[in-house]
């Protein structure tokens, strides 16, 4: 990471997926970067598990490429798109390194079951 004052001006990941989005996130952003910084590289980590009571939290980021959460998922949902594919094509969620496509499945899941945003 290159940073001044803070904020990041640049970064190469490799094999980090969700790092590098929330990095990529924060540098398109220019938002300051946290004062611990190795937080970002829990991310992915093989013990990275977000709270199980806010996993399906309306603010909870699922694709960290685009920046899509659980409630503009569960929004797209309502609006018919009941499919991973269709859920990247309306919010691009999916699109970029894939690696959520898993996770978009799961919120269409419990959206189909609960009927209304999770």
Not at 8 to 24: K, N
Not at 63 to 77: D, F, Y
């Amino acid at each position: 990471m290159v940073t001044r004052s803070g904020i990041l001006e640049g970064c190469v990941s490799v094999g980090m997926p969700r790092t590098a989005a929330e990095l990529t996130l924060l540098f398109e952003r220019g938002s300051e970067l946290p004062a611990d910084r190795s937080v970002l590289l829990c991310y992915d980590g093989p013990d990275y598990e977000p709270e199980a009571g806010s996993a399906f939290a309306v603010d909870v980021t699922v694709c960290w490429c685009n920046g899509v959460t659980v409630g503009a998922i569960a929004e797209s949902a309502e609006a018919s798109n009941t499919s991973v594919a269709c859920i990247g094509a309306a919010t691009r969620a999916g699109t970029g390194c894939g690696g959520c496509a898993m996770r978009i499945g799961e919120v269409l899941e419990r959206f189909a079951t609960f009927g209304s945003t999770p």
